[in-house]
T-cell receptor
Framework: KQEVTQIPAALSVPEGENLVLNCSFT??????LQWFRQDPGKGLTSLLL?????REQTSGRLNASLDKSSGRSTLYIAASQPGDSATYLC???????FGQGTRLTINP | EAQVTQNPRYLITVTGKKLTVTCSQN?????MSWYRQDPGLGLRQIYY???????DKGDVPEGYKVSRKEKRNFPLILESPSPNQTSLYFC????????????FGDGTRLSIL
């Protein structure tokens, strides 16, 4: 059974820093991996989707990487801003098995 | 605007009183699903539907029913709600392609007393 882990559970950094969020999964036979953002009282917004054949995807200040052999993905956020504060979730596969998320706070 | 719409957003009710949470999407998506989100347990899939009249159980289906009579709608039914179904519920949809991103509704917070 696929299990997804995100570490750390919470992260607080000053504005402007570059940061990395981590996601690991136990079964490397995945179709894809998605990174989502969840704001309080809101649903999830898809940030990036990496297909199993890809190594990374980029959107603006965000870059997600995928290493299936090691069961890891990272989400890199460049030049962080207070508006980036949210919970970030990774999810694996077509049926979406979720990690528990990293709660990110960017301090002005 | 492309969106997934859930109603109601908030509901407080009592044990045993049947309720339905509606979900509608305007993107002509084939695939729809329901999740619940609980502290410490994260998001877990309840049911999913590959297309009209095609549904299947997710990881935590007990106590829930779904139907998919129309492509755009995927209601979640709690026939006899119990307090352990108090949770935050999300509906999601995506297109049929292998690598289509999921679109989520804003969530429904249910409290069963």
């Amino acid at each position: 059974k696929q299990e997804v882990t995100q570490i750390p559970a919470a992260l607080s950094v000053p504005e402007g820093e570059n940061l990395v969020l981590n996601c690991s999964f136990t079964d490397s036979a995945i179709y894809n991996l998605q990174w989502f953002r969840q704001d309080p009282g809101k649903g999830l917004t898809s940030l990036l989707l990496i297909q199993s054949s890809q190594r990374e995807q980029t959107s603006g200040r965000l870059n997600a990487s995928l290493d299936k052999s090691s069961g890891r993905s990272t989400l890199y956020i460049a030049a962080s801003q207070p508006g980036d504060s949210a919970t970030y979730l990774c999810a694996v596969g077509r049926k979406l098995v979720f990690g528990q998320g990293t709660r990110l706070t960017i301090n002005p | 605007e492309a969106q997934v719409t859930q109603n109601p957003r908030y509901l407080i009710t009592v044990t045993g009183k049947k309720l339905t949470v509606t979900c509608s999407q305007n993107m002509n998506h084939e695939y729809m699903s329901w999740y619940r989100q609980d502290p410490g347990l994260g998001l877990r899939q309840i049911y999913y539907s590959m297309n009209v009249e095609v549904t299947d159980k997710g990881d935590v289906p007990e106590g829930y029913k779904v139907s998919r009579k129309e492509k755009r709608n995927f209601p979640l039914i709690l026939e006899s709600p119990s307090p352990n179904q108090t949770s935050l519920y999300f509906c999601a949809s995506r297109g049929a392609g292998l690598n289509q991103p999921q679109h989520f509704g804003d969530g429904t917070r249910l409290s069963i007393l």
